[in-house]
Structures are given as C-alpha cells and as structure tokens.
C-alpha cells in the first residue's frame, strides 16, 4: 500500500502516474497527481480529461471533461 491507500498506484520513468482501477490499467496524471495523496484530495488530468478523487482510502474516477485550455496555453 503505497502512500496508506488501497488502490494500487505507480510511477513510471517518465514521471506518469497509474492505478489499478477495476482491474484496468487507468492513467491518473503527471504533475496533477497529489502528492502525497490524502483523503479527499480530487485533481483533473489535462491529457485525459479524467476527474479522480480519493475516497475512503481509494483512487476513483469521478468523471470526465474537457480541460480548459488558458489563452496562453495555445
């Protein structure tokens, strides 16, 4: 159990982050990714679009929208 949660989760070379989610290989962000993760603690994935917050000790997906992009951005 890394970081106390139940969700298994890793990082990879490149600094992504990954969880096991409903026994599926499910990214969860780079410098999204809490750190150190806590209990309530939510983030948006600006690749994916995935809403994940943590629940009862549990990495969830909470839904799913566009990431708005800052005019600065473009």
């Given at each position: ?39 309530g603690d ?28 800052e005019p600065?951005?473009?």
């Amino acid at each position: 159990m890394a970081f106390n949660l139940k969700t298994r989760i890793w990082q990879t070379g490149s600094l992504d982050w990954w969880a096991m989610l409903d026994n599926e290989d499910v990214y969860i962000g780079c410098r999204e990714f809490p750190l150190p993760p806590e209990e309530g603690d939510e983030w948006h994935v600006k690749k994916t679009g995935d809403l994940f917050k943590i629940v009862d000790g549990e990495v969830r997906k909470v839904g799913n929208r566009p990431f708005p992009i800052e005019p600065w951005m473009e």
